[in-house]
């Protein structure tokens, strides 16, 4: 048997631990939300489509997401600017741009324009600032989405500091959307069932996942998705961890599924390819030292701390 990692080097997921303070009472008070806005003190996310702004940091430094709210604003026409809330007193704001108005950033310099995933994938940034910047992107991209009323095709209007759109035609409010999703690993024993789709990187393996559909429980669409792409049936369902995905605003919902048939049927509409996996064969994906240059999705994804958890026989923890 292959020596186990230490469940201490666990990883810390990305995009988690927002430690915001969200400032309804902000948020609701256009006066108070305007004079956070103008405060010297308070800083702003710039986001433009799937891209982020960042200062360069000099010398192997991290880089700064940060600007003024001037600095922010000179990028580029504004689309929307969104209060996320309060940080140590401090305001914190995200800026929307046309994804267009991005390129001319990336010309510069000082600013680097890159999309969230590599930042968070390199560790461009300091990991506070990950959930701040997931929370930005996912509004942000709420709003270029519904530009337009969805009862009557009118216009909207941004409202609450950014966290709803109004309809003048029709009077309808719309809120910020997060989809659920969930991603699981069913288990038989010491073999667990990994899957590829074709867009991942060639010999990366992962958890299989699905949206939660409307009259369902997590536990009845970890099964459901289990089935339809694996004809693996699951009985006990086991809840490990949630991760907010802002790709595009998605809230993933880590599970871990005990199958009760490991016969497989791969649904290639959906995977290229799916099999059954013995755990030390995982910890080598995970270690990046499997014969076959396999390996496991990266630290910041739920699905490595879910496949992490179960390899280390912490689920339980």
């Known amino acids: 048997m292959l020596e186990r990692s230490d469940s201490a080097l666990r990883p810390h997921l ?11 009472a902000v948020r609701h008070d256009p006066q108070q939300c305007a004079a956070l806005a103008s405060h010297p003190a308070s800083r702003f996310y710039v986001v433009g489509g799937d891209l982020v ?7 192997g430094a991290p880089a700064d997401p940060l600007f003024t709210r001037a600095e922010a604003e000179a990028l580029g026409p504004v689309r929307e600017t969104a209060c996320l809330g309060v940080v140590e007193g401090t305001g914190r704001f995200a800026v929307g741009l046309d994804p267009a108005a991005m390129e001319a950033p990336s010309t510069r310099p000082d600013l680097l324009v890159t999309d969230l995933r590599r930042i968070a994938v390199e560790g461009l940034v300091p990991a506070d600032h990950l959930p701040l ?3 930005a992107k996912a509004l942000l991209l709420w709003h270029a989405r519904h530009r337009f009323c969805p009862a009557c095709g009118q216009p909207t209007t941004v409202a609450d500091a950014g966290w709803r759109r109004d309809c003048a035609a029709c009077g309808a409010q719309h809120f910020p959307r997060t989809d659920p999703v969930v991603i699981m690993l069913a288990v038989d024993g010491d073999r667990c069932l990994l899957a590829r ?12 996942a699905g949206f939660v559909e409307p009259g369902e429980n997590i536990e009845e669409a970890v099964r459901r998705e289990t089935f339809e792409e694996t004809a693996v049936r699951c009985g006990a369902v086991q809840y490990v961890g949630s991760q907010p995905w802002p790709f595009p605003m998605s809230l993933m919902i880590g599970c871990v599924a ?15 390819d799916g099999r059954w996996f013995s755990r030390d064969e995982v910890l080598a994906m995970l270690e990046r030292r499997h014969p076959d240059g396999l390996f496991a999705p990266p630290p910041i994804a739920i699905a490595h701390y879910i496949i992490r958890r179960w390899v280390d026989g912490t689920l339980g923890d």
Do not use: K
């Open 14 to 24: 990305g995009y988690t631990g927002n430690g915001i303070d969200r400032a309804p």
């Open 133 to 135: 910047l997931a929370e």
């Open 197 to 208: 789709q074709s867009r991942f990187t060639p010999g990366m393996w992962s958890c299989l």
């Open 258 to 272: 005990e199958a009760l048939t490991t016969d497989l049927t791969i649904d290639r509409s959906e995977l290229e």
């Open 53 to 59: 702004a960042l200062r360069t940091g000099g010398a």
